[in-house]
């Protein structure tokens, strides 16, 4: 062997491809992108083999890289391209809004993507819009089943008897409406908003129920 390949083929061992892929080759999940290929002894440059033992060794070289760049590329398919907004995202985000109303304006969707485009720039604007939205929807429903809990308890009875002078006070009062809302523990800031709410669950319920009312 030449002094110049007797070095190329000293650079290129066992040692430094461990140090390339690690002892144990390269782990990516179930793919094995040096599965058939031996050990690392078998590529190991011998020193009585001249230029066809560092080709060779060169060779299976290439092949392992040929194998993990396929292996990477398969795995960059298969990962999700989008990873979504965890629920504390959501939450900082969209709590501050619902405090004041359950039924957020475009306006206030919109400047709630806009702060969420700033934070995540790589995640999809739709698909966050649609985690937005449903976050609204799940926490409507949640707010609306104590308030119903909270209906029934203080005033199903008399929705029985009375349904229509408990409907009139509904609408001509807060009363109603503030005694629910105190009974949910519901902390909306926007007055308004939360009467409203209440009084449009309410009456959504009685006329889903109408043979129980």
Known sequence: MSKS????????TEDNLDNLFGEQGVSLGLIDPFAG????ESIAPQETGG????????AHVNCRLANLEEAVARLVEQRPSFDGLSAQNLD???QPVFDTTPEPTNMQINAIMKRLDGDFPN??????????????????????????????????????SQKQAFLKELD??????DNIIKGAGIN???????IQFCRDKIKLHLSANKKAY
């Open 5 to 12: 390949n007797g070095h190329l083929a000293q650079r290129i």
């Open 37 to 40: 290929l031996g050990s690392t």
């Open 51 to 58: 230029n066809l033992e560092v080709m060779e060794c060169l």
């Open 92 to 94: 900082d985000n969209c």
């Open 123 to 160: 995640l999809d604007r739709r698909r966050m819009q649609s985690q937005v939205k449903k976050w609204f929807r799940k926490r409507r429903e949640r707010v609306g089943g104590r308030i119903i809990t909270a209906f029934s308890r203080l005033y199903g009875e008399e929705a029985k």
């Open 172 to 177: 001509d009062s807060e009363t109603i409406c």
């Open 188 to 194: 909306f800031t926007n007055h308004g908003a939360k």
